[in-house]
């Protein structure tokens, strides 16, 4: 996935924190210099070319990617951090296929019956454990499906959701801080809350304003691709919540039968749901979903290699540098390509993994804490590959200080602000300002909360088992003032993102991506180096949901 940021600054943030005593551990700018445009430039035009095909996760494509990553980490001098003494760590996974042939959402009221069109109206992706899953049971209301106590706010106040099915749009309240919006807004939230109400199906509504910024037919062409479940010892899903028998997303141009005869509309309800003001109610009749799919099973492994620190008290800790190294694979012909070359998404992460990996491992002293890199599978199916090592590390969980993810780094302008998503909810906040004040870099909060890029690439992983994790990349100031950092983001995601397009005859700015690779290597420099580990702020939300996890 590929993120641009932010023009917006908090001006008098940034004053106050100028005007304050630092400790830094700024890198000394040989290490910096280590790296290389022409270095993330060359790894780019490997894992880009139509020879990796796209480099699905469990594909062959993907494994020669791996296989590249494993042996500049082996080159490099770097301790195999995978499984049994390797570089890889191994994953299974469950892909499941759906049949839409079988399958049908129909709404059921006063002895009639209206079946909604699979596309038109609705998608479903297939059950993470039944092939033939089905639930026809009266349905309810909830807004956004979200229960937040602290900030006394519950969609499910004053209804009934027991053996329901819940019907809520996508997204989370506008009024609570961008990531915590989106930590909400995470669908396996979502349905464990509504399991927890009583709930056993779920349809979600695409509308609002996701869906006047990714169009109907835009979500159809993602639901082509199988979903992917990675698979314990005992073959169970991960993130799987039994309660929930069987789930549809249906469009919202289309979604007017779901609301006949409950005396309300969906305008009404997002109305009130954007004014802070949600509303509860039954809808009329029943809703029959029968979601059918083909299981098969893949392995495909994450790529993991240790530098180890230089003292005798820190180097049991680890600061992990992570970046996914698949994408899309092969798919649905784009003008006339069917590969997903994913150049951007996340060949450059890739990139400036193996970079940063490289100018650690040829420079002189070595940081305080260890440095663990991992290359992680299955970005593109659910953060999967990243979700699995975050349950099944390969150093102990408590031992990793911090995770610093790399999903697309800057590579279409040059920047004068930096986004760091998640860094307001730990001290990480003070590496990363004291690397902008280093690098004359402004900060900038999440310019678009409603696309809830924080819980959208690997960090999220980390964070949901109590790591302080950040994602930082550019904001959308220019240092050429003829360009325009938001459009030039927006024309990229309506015309490559997820597409063939997104390959390396696109206009790249490899200065502006080695200048985003230094930033990523300052702050886990300071990270490594810091007297103290990050840990969540006191009071955060953060710090409360997934602390001790």
């Known amino acids: 996935m590929r993120h641009a940021f932010?023009?917006?600054?908090?001006?008098?943030?940034?004053?106050?924190?100028a005007s304050e005593p630092t400790d830094s551990s700024y890198p000394p700018q040989q290490l910096l210099d280590r790296i290389t445009a022409q270095g993330i430039r060359s790894h780019m035009e490997y894992l880009a070319d139509d020879?990796?095909?796209?480099?699905?996760?469990?594909?062959?494509?993907?494994?020669?990617?791996?296989?590249?990553?494993?042996?500049?980490?082996?080159?490099?001098?770097?301790?195999?951090?995978?499984?049994?003494?390797?570089?890889?760590?191994?994953?299974?996974?469950?892909?499941?296929?759906p049949a839409p042939e079988r399958d049908s959402l129909v709404i059921?009221?006063?002895?009639?019956?209206?079946?909604?069109?699979?596309?038109?109206?609705?998608?479903?992706s297939g059950h993470a454990t039944h092939e033939d899953a089905k639930v026809e049971v009266p349905m309810v209301w909830v807004g956004y499906g979200v229960t937040v106590p602290e900030l006394h706010y519950d969609d499910y106040a004053g209804i009934d959701a027991r053996g329901k099915i819940i019907v809520a749009v996508r997204g989370a309240p506008s009024s609570l801080p961008s990531s915590d919006r989106a930590v909400y807004s995470d669908g396996i939230r979502k349905a464990r809350n509504a399991a927890a109400h009583g709930a056993i199906g779920r349809i979600t509504i695409w509308a609002g304003e996701i869906a006047k910024q990714v169009p109907w037919e835009q979500v159809v062409h993602f639901y082509h691709s199988p979903s992917m479940y990675w698979l314990d010892e005992k073959d169970n899903p991960n993130d799987y919540v039994p309660e929930i028998l069987a789930t549809a997303l249906v469009n919202g141009q289309f979604a007017e039968p779901l609301f006949r005869g409950s005396g309300h509309t969906l305008d009404e309800a997002m109305a009130s749901l954007n004014a802070n003001k949600p509303m509860s109610f039954a809808l009329s009749g029943t809703a029959s979903l029968h979601d059918v799919a083909r299981f098969s099973e893949k392995e495909s492994p994450n790529v993991a290699a240790i530098l180890p620190g230089s003292d005798s008290q820190f180097k049991n800790e680890y600061v992990v540098f992570t970046a996914h190294a698949d994408h899309m694979g092969i798919g649905e012909p784009i003008k006339g390509q069917t590969i997903y070359h994913g150049a951007a998404d996340n060949a450059s992460g890739t990139a400036a993994l193996l970079e940063i990996a490289r100018a650690f491992a040829e420079s002189g002293p070595r940081p305080k804490r260890s440095l663990l890199f991992v290359a992680v599978t299955g970005e593109e199916m659910g953060l999967l590959g990243s979700d699995y090592f975050a349950h099944h590390p390969t150093v102990p969980i408590e031992q990793i200080a911090a995770n610093i993810n790399m999903d697309g780094v800057s590579l279409f302008y040059d920047f004068r602000d930096i986004v760091a998503l998640g860094a307001e909810h730990s001290t990480l906040d003070r590496q990363i300002r004291d690397v902008a004040q280093h690098m004359g870099l402004e900060v900038s909060p999440d310019p678009m909360p409603e696309q809830v890029f924080f819980i959208r690439s690997d960090q999220y992983s980390f964070v949901k088992r109590g790591v302080p994790a950040v994602m930082i990349g550019e904001g959308f100031k220019t240092v050429d003032p003829t360009l325009d950092g938001k459009k030039i983001f927006l024309d990229w995601m309506s015309t490559h993102y997820h597409t063939p397009q997104d390959d390396m005859t696109q206009p790249l700015n490899f200065d502006a991506a080695r200048k985003c690779t230094q930033i990523n290597l300052a702050v886990g420099y300071e990270v490594a180096e810091a007297a103290d580990r990050p840990h969540w702020n006191s009071g955060d939300t953060f710090g409360k949901l997934f602390a001790n996890k």
């Open 6 to 17: 932010s023009v917006l600054t908090v001006l008098i943030g940034i004053a106050l924190f």
């Open 108 to 124: 059921k009221r006063n002895n009639a019956e209206e079946k909604l069109v699979f596309e038109k109206d609705y998608l479903m």
């Open 51 to 97: 020879l990796l095909e796209g480099r699905g996760t469990g594909t062959r494509g993907y494994l020669l990617a791996a296989n590249y990553i494993r042996a500049h980490f082996e080159q490099m001098g770097l301790k195999p951090a995978g499984d049994s003494g390797s570089y890889f760590q191994k994953i299974r996974f469950r892909e499941v296929k």
